[in-house]
């Protein structure tokens, strides 16, 4: 019993270290080079109100709020993972054509307010909340409303 409750201390233990103090409160210059580029080439003229380096353990990820209201995310070299204009329209230009003209046709409506690349493709959700994954290549594979 006592070697259960041992391994159950030391497993909380490593599991506390692992989470804890693995953010840091940083300035927009700290940001990778890429994620400078990122921000002065589809926000110019916005400035990085906050910005924090997260240690995880699948790797460092950045989270940046501008000043114009987005929230930003991205990886450790500085690429972009997510863009959250809400309640704004994320830049069009940051969407991949394939996404635009698939929501242009078929929600002629609806503005794209948040974009996130993942591994197997891009998942956005449009002002009526109406969220869609796409592959790659920017075919439609999922969607929920």
């Given at each position: 019993m006592k070697t259960i409750y041992l391994s159950i201390v030391a497993v909380l233990g490593l599991m506390f270290v692992a989470c804890g103090s693995g953010e840091k409160m940083i300035q927009g210059k700290d940001l990778p080079a890429e994620a400078q580029q990122f921000i002065?080439?589809?926000?110019?003229?916005?400035?990085?109100?906050?910005a924090?380096?997260?240690?995880?353990?699948?790797g460092t990820e950045y989270k940046v709020k501008l000043d114009n209201g987005f929230a930003l995310e991205f990886d450790g070299k500085g690429e972009w993972k997510q863009v959250n204009g809400t309640p704004q329209s994320v830049p069009a230009s940051l969407v991949p054509a394939t996404i635009t003209e698939y929501v242009s046709l078929n929600f002629p409506e609806q503005t794209?307010?948040?974009?996130?690349?993942?591994?197997?493709?891009y998942e956005i959700i449009m002002l009526d909340n109406t969220e869609l994954k796409f592959d790659t290549k920017g075919t439609l594979t999922d969607w929920d409303d």
């Open positions: 002065s080439t589809y926000f110019p003229g916005a400035n990085v109100q906050l924090q380096k997260e240690k995880e353990i699948d794209i307010l948040v974009i996130e690349r993942e591994k197997r493709g």
